[in-house]
């Protein structure tokens, strides 16, 4: 069964980087069939998603055109985890904050991206 | 503005069937297949739906998706009270080379 565990800052300042890091268990960050994403969810923008990192032969990362340049999210296969830096937040960065996994494959081996898996969330307040 | 449109509310009484649409473009739900996502309140999003019509095991067969050309829908049959609950479509989308999702639908059971 897969988990992910996330952690870090509920409150961040204006101007300053959010960052968030979610472990992963019973999968590996490393993995050729997967990708780790990060995605965010409030009153006003409903379910948006920020990015995600992945594996094959190499790492690649993919970017929502909305904080392409402010956003970086790196894996970590030392201690099989991901995270996300937002940098030069604002209040509209005010979100419950979720990391998700999307494998490649459904149970029967079909071709079958989706979110499966999910943290517990993180609401992030930008204020200060 | 979502990428995806859905209508921003449904409604049903309990037993009743509903249905939620999702509209896009040739970019996403065109030349892909559509996830459904269920939010309840103070939880993470549980996948309802995958690859259009698809259900993950443990998700009751009182949800079912379709996919007509563009037209993607989801389908509740049985209307139950724990159903109420925030619906949202997803899709990738081949142009802007990432995940998109439509703005939610809140299901009200009545």
């Known amino acids: 069964q897969v988990q992910l565990q996330q952690s870090g800052p509920g409150l961040v300042k204006p101007s300053q980087t959010l960052s968030l890091t979610c472990a992963i268990s019973g999968d590996s960050v490393s993995s050729n069939s997967a990708a780790w994403n990060w995605i965010r969810q409030s009153p006003s923008r409903g379910l948006e998603w920020l990015g995600r990192?992945?594996?094959?032969?190499?790492?690649?990362?993919d970017y929502a055109v909305s904080v392409k340049s402010r956003i970086a999210i790196n894996p970590d296969t030392s201690r099989n985890q991901f995270s996300l830096q937002l940098n030069s937040v604002t209040p509209e960065d005010t979100a419950v904050y979720y990391c998700a996994r999307s494998p490649d494959y459904d149970s029967g081996g079909y071709y079958a991206p989706n979110f499966d898996y999910w943290g517990q969330g993180t609401l992030v307040t930008v204020s200060s | 503005q979502s990428v995806l449109t859905q209508p921003p509310s449904a409604s049903g009484t309990p037993g009743q069937r509903v249905t939620i649409s999702c509209s896009g473009s040739s970019s996403n739900i065109g030349s892909n297949t559509v996830n459904w996502y269920q939010l309840l309140p103070g939880a993470a999003p549980k996948l309802l739906i995958y690859s259009s019509n698809q259900r993950p095991s443990g998700v009751p067969d009182r949800f079912s998706g379709s996919k007509s050309g563009t037209s993607p829908s989801l389908a509740i049959s049985g209307l139950q009270s724990e159903d109420e609950a925030d619906y949202y479509c997803a899709a990738w989308d081949d142009s802007l080379n990432g995940w998109v999702f439509g703005g939610g639908t809140k299901l009200t059971v009545l």
């Open positions: 990192t992945y594996y094959k032969s190499k790492w690649y990362n």
